[in-house]
């Protein structure tokens, strides 16, 4: 729907979609509205100008979800972020499917940024994060919220592993999971984890909203079983405290506070590897204020010279 006067009521709304299209997320960027339509044969992408008489005239930037062959049907979250608008998207339609990442470049070409490899009509699409579907996590059905804070961009997921929290024979598999993931990047492509287990509390599943203000960034917590959560981020580089902590029928929630260290941003130039008989030994100096790391490993791939 479009209005140019929104406060005059309903009248003042007229359909600007295209017949069959079902939008699940718009964001304007590169001077045009981009619109994601929902569909069990994957997601699309559209983008228009708003000229001419409704419904407007749309053309399509990605078709199929991105070509996956259980790909995500919809995308649920859109934000321009450094000049490229990245979209999240929703793979709780398919089971065993989690949620990817995209971007889009102002020439409509578009990269993968979390998901699975693909074969696509213009060649391979590998994930530049190094992330497969919900990085690395197939509970994390949705890229649920994403926004800008600090110069970073920040993506909230919903995880749907806490609905096993009482199975005895799954639970203690996916017990470390539980919770939503917060991840944030510095630039578009390389993340970094804010917390993968809803800020402490396993019954916060999903990230529903996200917003950037003067005072910080604000983190609201979707929990169907003791009532909504917001989180803070203050001024200081993502130190997370509770602001406003409200359970259903006026129950507080008392989890510990969660923060997320300081990155050490040389941390490139302190890593050495040694590859040994037994497998490879990897090494670094320690980040200031960290308690544990992640350590990934990538498929080997051959590079020619040109590359």
Not at 127 to 146: C, K, V, Y
Not at 274 to 302: C, H, K
Request: charged letters at 15%.
């Amino acid at each position: 729907l479009e209005s140019s006067a929104p406060a005059a009521g309903d009248d003042a709304y007229s359909v600007v979609s295209s017949w069959g299209m079902l939008a699940s997320a718009g964001a304007p960027f590169n001077g045009q509205l981009y619109v994601a339509s929902q569909s069990l044969n994957g997601y699309r992408v559209f983008r228009t100008d708003n000229s001419g008489t409704a419904p407007y005239s749309y053309t399509q930037v990605i078709n199929n979800g991105g070509y996956l062959d259980q790909p995500n049907n919809e995308i649920l979250s859109m934000m321009e972020y450094k000049g490229q608008l990245y979209a999240g998207g929703n793979g709780v339609i398919f089971r065993g499917t989690a949620a990817e990442l995209i971007r889009i470049n102002p020439d409509d070409t578009w990269d993968l940024i979390v998901g699975n490899p693909r074969q696509t009509p213009t060649g391979w699409k590998l994930p530049l994060s190094g992330f497969t579907s919900g990085f690395g996590n197939e509970f994390n059905g949705h890229m649920w919220r994403l926004e800008q804070y600090e110069d970073n961009l920040f993506v909230g997921t919903f995880d749907s592993s806490t609905v096993y929290k009482d199975d005895p024979t799954v639970e203690p598999i996916v017990r470390d999971l539980m919770g939503f993931d917060l991840w944030r990047s510095p630039e578009g492509t390389e993340f970094y984890s804010v917390t993968t287990q809803g800020f402490g509390d396993k019954f916060n599943f999903g990230v529903r909203s996200l917003e950037a203000t003067p005072q910080g960034l604000f983190v609201g917590a979707a929990n169907y079983y003791y009532g909504l959560q917001i989180w803070q981020a203050p001024l200081v580089r993502h130190t997370f405290l509770p602001s406003v902590m409200t359970g259903s029928g006026g129950r507080a929630a008392t989890q510990a506070v969660a923060s997320a260290p300081a990155m050490n941003t040389n941390w490139r130039s302190s890593l050495e590897t040694n590859v040994t008989g037994d497998g490879v030994v990897v090494s670094w100096e320690p980040a200031i204020g960290a308690v544990r790391y992640q350590v990934m490993r990538s498929p080997l791939v051959t590079l020619s010279a040109a590359d």
